[in-house]
């Protein structure tokens, strides 16, 4: 057996998110990530990378070099040409040649271990991921594991905290989460007199470089700052995966590999002095804390003023960067509730307050103190006189001599009803069923008290319980005194078991309080969600996120996002919010530094709003501010992580929004580029080719001296159908410009079909010349409201692409008839017919069907002109294949005009 089942707690069950990364870290469908992370540049990384690379090789691992940058160092350079090398991928970006890793090589050669150096690279554009620890996430989640590097200044986390020290903004930087994903981490450390020597020799930048980075980033003590925050990273992540496993195997601890502080405030004044305390104590430890509420059944019963002093502790212990949470009790001990808590987490130091009550109250309710102490085992706690607020007495519930409520004396009221009551119907039922059961009335009506109205009540009514008890039922009656020593058993152990019971009664009707609030929150959170789920615009989010922070907060509510001209206000409920310059201020301030400001908070306090931020693992997204018209603290605990939770949902949906947006821009801007090169094309090839025509003819015109009059009638005729036809391409590329600019506006009028379709043949005459043309228009048709100048055009490009599609000597049919409240027309050729695939691609730009070396070639966008005009005049088109013989069929249909449509 061994010492962690040894020191097992069989009472403590494993916590659900460590078995789940303990089945993550098992998990050999994905690969394995080791880090090796040094302090700065120089340290050895790459070396010790490479070195370990050969370790692996030697014990019989498959190890491959996706990239690899030795920055000319020799040592380095001698490990890796030893090595398998994948080629690394060429490409070109903005007329100088990049190198990049080919990821779809590696995939392919799929070794044990695949080495890429440099995990905060930006890849080339036009590479898969942008960055190169996307590319290790694919490698990782394709069962390949890798060796990376990285410097701890492109953390995302640490990324103001450096730039702070060394004055130089790292613009590289890796998600904190992939640093986490890591099973191995390694660090590569160097002192800084040896760096520094290093750098001198020209062992990491070349001599005018090395001589700039000593005056700034090498630093003296900017090294000593860096290999502080990188050994501390490595440590905070050495400390989570002993906690993690101490939480999957339900170790209770604590095992004391570093410290951890943990601070419980009650209502009590002096809290906020517990929490400056914990603050120093985890400075002088170099430990994380937390400042924790533990929710008992007196949580209930807390005035409004004591619900506020708990939210500002909780507020202050954030604010002086430790964790805060609000717990619910589960244990009938306090104490038994925080050392759970600490064992779980492995706290090593506990902060309480030092209880001023009675001994006499502490011998008869217990002492959390005293309790703590004697459970704590290994667990250091620290017990603080703490300090009050100037001028707020320490006394609870003293400071005031006006008289309670009428509403805070109405459950001792109604308690005293209770036991009036089970008073009379014990005496009504004493004669038949004996003493023996009447004080199962009274229990009966000390639990229904307790469950209605808390703790205070049901005491109350246990006390009247008991004096009734004695003085109407216990001999000699009416008498507070007791003659029978066995009554007096009797006697006590009904006090006993009234308190008991009271006490029980109470702390379920608290839990069960609780848990209503919790499921309300949770149901609420919920609704909100699915409400987000279904919203796709920007603007409908917004709105919603201030909807439901109003209406379950009850207090107004504005989202601001950033602009041109900074903050402005989004969406607000229930009104357009008003803001003075301090608000507008301490929202600024929010935004800039991704903390809550103005009231209530400790920036900018004099404001009337309170700003929170809104972020995502992407970045702050914008902030949040909310007004009341209560005085004071404008959240409770309990609504201030409600508030926090939907600001997160927000934040998210924001984000899922801006991200379509960002793939329909990326669709545009490369259906953009695709039209673009598209065009070029056919401008470079379609339109060069009637050119290359008209200029040989009109060259040979020109330098050849005799020609027969057949021949120079044969090159005119050239140069003016290869004109006629160049023109014909301008036109249709300035009718597409006009289209997706807006700009055609149909002149419709009364038009017959029959005559548009006889001005569209005599104008494609040329083009019709070597097929047969058959008509079956219909008699009789009602005239329509059309442009003739577009319908015209949508007809003769029509009829253009069957003379291309048909060969010569097939017939072209136009047919029109009338069905009910339309007239359609129909184009039909001999040719072989469309690709099924392609029935619809046909009307798109630049698109053409495939075709033989005999088709002359065109722009591919007759049709799709075709399409618009005849839908800006309200009309369809459609394309489909004969089913009799091959070839293509365009069917066109107008609406007959309201007035026209009488048969």
């Known amino acids: 057996m061994s010492i962690a089942d040894e020191r097992r707690d069989p009472r403590q069950r494993p916590s659900p998110e460590a078995l789940l990364e303990a089945v993550r870290r098992e998990d050999r469908t994905t690969g394995r990530l080791k880090i090796f992370v040094g302090a700065a540049p120089g340290v050895g990384k790459t070396y010790e990378m490479l070195r370990e690379a050969h370790d692996k090789v030697r014990q019989g691992i498959d190890v491959a070099v996706g990239v690899v940058e030795t920055h000319g160092r020799k040592e380095t350079q001698a490990l890796l040409d030893t090595l398998d090398i994948v080629p690394l991928r060429t490409t070109e970006y903005r007329g100088r040649t990049i190198q990049e890793m080919d990821l779809d090589a590696v995939i392919a050669r799929r070794p044990g271990i695949a080495l890429v150096d440099e995990l905060a690279h930006t890849n080339a554009p036009g590479s898969r991921h942008p960055k190169r620890y996307q590319d290790v996430q694919e490698l990782l989640d394709r069962g390949i594991d890798v060796y990376t590097t990285v410097n701890i200044q492109h953390l995302e986390s640490l990324n103001d905290v450096i730039a702070q020290i060394t004055r130089i903004r790292v613009r590289e930087t890796v998600p904190d989460e992939i640093f986490d994903r890591a099973h191995a981490v390694e660090l590569v450390d160097l002192a800084p007199e040896e760096l520094i020597q290093r750098l001198q020799e020209g062992k990491v930048y070349i001599p005018k470089q090395a001589d700039r980075a000593l005056k700034h980033f090498f630093a003296p003590e900017n090294l000593t700052a860096l290999r502080e925050l990188t050994l501390r990273r490595i440590a905070d992540q050495v400390d989570d995966e002993l906690l993690n496993q101490m939480q999957a195997r339900a170790i209770p601890g604590p095992w004391a590999a570093t410290e951890r502080v943990l601070v419980c405030i009650s209502e009590d004044p002096r809290g906020a002095g517990l929490v400056r305390y914990g603050k120093r104590l985890a400075d002088r430890l170099h430990a994380s804390w937390t400042a924790i509420y533990l929710e008992t059944r007196r949580s209930s019963e807390l005035s409004e003023e004591e619900r506020d002093r708990i939210a500002d502790m909780l507020r202050l212990a954030e604010m002086l960067g430790g964790d805060a949470a609000s717990l619910p009790g589960g244990e009938i001990s306090v104490a038994d509730d925080i050392m759970r808590y600490a064992q779980a987490n492995n706290v090593t130091q506990i902060v309480v307050g030092k209880s001023d009550r009675s001994r006499l109250f502490e011998m008869l309710h217990g002492s959390v103190v005293h309790d703590l102490v004697r459970r704590s085992g290994t667990i250091s706690v620290h017990v603080i006189a703490g300090e009050t607020v100037a001028g707020e007495p320490i006394a609870r ?501 309201p007035e026209e449509r009488a048969e």
């Open 397 to 897: 519930k003293t400071v005031s001599a006006a008289p309670e409520p009428p509403a805070a004396r109405l459950p001792y009221a109604v308690a005293a009803g209770a036991i009036v009551a089970a008073l009379g119907f014990a005496m009504l039922i004493q004669p038949w069923f004996g003493i023996e059961n009447v004080d199962l009335v009274f229990l009966t009506a000390i639990v229904a008290t307790a469950a209605r109205f808390g703790l205070g009540p049901s005491l109350f009514a246990s006390v009247m319980a008991m004096l009734c008890y004695n003085f109407f039922f216990i001999p000699p009656l009416y008498t507070f005194t007791i003659g029978d020593a066995k009554n007096v058993a009797a006697f006590v152990f009904f006090a006993i078991m009234a308190v008991i019971v009271s006490n029980v009664a109470a702390r379920v009707r608290s839990q069960a309080l609780a848990a209503m609030d919790r499921a309300r929150a949770t149901q609420r959170l919920y609704a909100f969600n699915r409400k987000l789920a279904g919203i796709g615009t920007l603007d409908d989010v917004l709105s919603a996120t201030a909807y439901h922070i109003a209406t379950m907060l009850n207090l107004r509510a504005a989202v601001m996002l950033p602009g041109k001209s900074g903050l402005a206000v989004k969406a607000a409920y229930p009104a357009a919010p008003e803001m003075g310059e301090a608000d507008l201020a301490a929202a600024r301030w929010t935004w800039d530094h991704h903390r809550t400001a103005g009231r209530g908070s400790a920036t900018l306090s004099g404001a009337k709003w309170l700003f929170l931020p809104m972020r995502t693992g992407r970045g702050a997204i914008g902030v949040i501010g909310i007004d009341g018209d209560d005085p004071g603290p404008l959240l409770t605990p309990e609504q201030r992580r409600l508030l926090e939770a939907l600001i997160g949902q927000g934040a998210l949906a924001i984000e899922r929004v801006r991200l379509v947006e960002d793939i329909d821009r990326v669709k545009r801007t490369a259906e953009a580029d695709n039209l673009r090169a598209a065009l070029l094309t056919s401008i470079s090839h379609d339109l060069k080719t009637p050119l290359a025509s008209v200029l040989g003819a009109a060259t040979t015109l020109r330098e050849v001296g005799t020609l027969a009059d057949s021949e120079r009638a044969e090159l005119l005729a050239t140069i003016i159908d290869e004109s006629e036809r160049l023109n014909r391409f301008i036109s249709n590329l300035v009718d597409m410009t006009k289209l997706e600019s807006g700009a055609v506006l149909p002149n419709v009028a009364l038009e017959h079909i029959d005559d548009i379709v006889g001005s569209t043949l005599e104008r494609g005459r040329k083009i019709l010349a070597n097929h047969l043309i058959e008509l079956q228009i219909a008699a009789g048709l009602p005239p329509l409201l059309l442009d003739p100048v577009l319908i015209e055009q949508a007809l003769f490009n029509i009829l253009d692409n069957a003379a291309k599609y048909a060969a010569e000597g097939t017939t072209i049919s136009i047919r029109s008839w009338r069905d009910r409240d339309m007239v359609w027309l129909q184009i039909t050729d001999e040719g072989d017919g469309i690709p099924p695939a392609e029935l619809e691609l046909i009307f798109t730009k630049f698109h053409r069907a495939k075709k033989g070396d005999q088709v002359r070639a065109g722009t591919g966008l007759g049709l799709a002109i075709a399409r618009g005009f005849i839908e800006a005049m309200q009309g369809t088109i459609s394309a489909a294949n004969r089913s009799d013989r091959p070839g293509a069929i365009f069917t066109i249909s107008f609406p007959i005009p």
